[in-house]
């Protein structure tokens, strides 16, 4: 299940007061006529298809968690992560109950990284694609946030009057 927060502030400060572990989920895309995410599967085992994520350390912010999680689990050194949303993910797994809070943060990446690799961080291997983020098909509801990336890709609106003209504020 996935509640949503109004704010990262008021979900750090729910994590804190509850004891729950922050996770940081990375949507890194690449393109922007038809953009893709970056997924990975679990080699050998079928764990689904996921994200790059993990926990924020102590002393360490949400976004500074979402750009060392990407490092280390793609070797992509990517800066500048956008904050897209936050929310309670509580969900019946195999073996455990878990609860916990999680930030959604958009990377960007070049276009000239390679389709497929892979990867090994954490005692595990990781193989990297990239898979249309319209439907990436993601498993454990990461793509809970997903339509904060589809919004937060979206090109601002434009100041063109219904007739095609652009609108042009002049200072004085």
Known sequence: ???????????????AARGL??????????GEVNPELLVFDHVPDDSGVQLPAGGVEPGETP?????RELREESG????DPEFLTSYLWEAHLPQRFTRQVCH???????????HTWERDADGERFAFRWAALHAPVL???????????H???RPAPSCASPDGAESVILPN
């Open 1 to 15: 299940m996935v509640t949503f927060y109004p704010t990262q502030p008021v979900a750090r400060a729910a994590a």
């Open 21 to 30: 572990r922050e996770k940081v989920v990375c949507f890194v895309v690449r």
């Open 63 to 67: 976004a500074q968690a979402a750009v």
């Open 76 to 79: 992509l050194n990517l800066e």
């Open 104 to 114: 959604a943060f958009l990377l960007r990446a070049p276009h000239d990284l390679p």
């Open 139 to 149: 498993d454990w509801e990461m793509d809970a946030a997903l339509p904060w990336a």
């Open 151 to 153: 919004a937060a890709l």
